[in-house]
Nanobody, 124 residues
Framework: QVQLVESGGGLVQPGGSLRLSCAASGFTFSNYVMAWFRQAPGKEREFVARISWSGGSTYYVDSVKGRFTISRDNSKNTVPLQMNSLKPEDTAVYYC?????????????????WGQGTQVAVSS
């Protein structure tokens, strides 16, 4: 049974940090591109970051470049997302996703598996 379980969300003040994590099981993790998306109330799901099978290549949406860092541990089947200098506009439910193949890595339709999400709220 495929599972992606996110954790680490919460309430943080502007300028603060959070570290999300995604634990994967039920599939060959190292064969999948992994990504984080987010969805704010009333908005479409938005691509945040993705990382290649080996972890050697990463890509970020412009709004988080220099603030967020995606990584992966293929020995533990985990995908952390370190989020620094958080802003109120980062408030959203954050989702972990896995894709076996394809090229449209910034679109939700490219991903085969999804987690249930973890809430991040940035507010003073």
């Amino acid at each position: 049974q495929v599972q992606l379980v996110e954790s680490g969300g919460g309430l943080v003040q502007p300028g603060g940090s959070l570290r999300l994590s995604c634990a994967a099981s039920g599939f060959t993790f190292s064969n999948y591109v992994m990504a984080w998306f987010r969805q704010a109330p009333g908005k479409e799901r938005e691509f945040v970051a993705r990382i290649s099978w080996s972890g050697g290549s990463t890509y970020y949406v412009d709004s988080v470049k220099g603030r967020f860092t995606i990584s992966r541990d293929n020995s533990k089947n985990t995908v952390p997302l370190q989020m620094n200098s958080l802003k109120p506009e980062d408030t959203a439910v954050y989702y972990c996703a896995a894709a076996r193949s394809g090229t449209a890595w910034t679109t939700p339709a490219a991903y085969d598996y999804w987690g249930q999400g973890t809430q991040v709220a940035v507010s003073s």
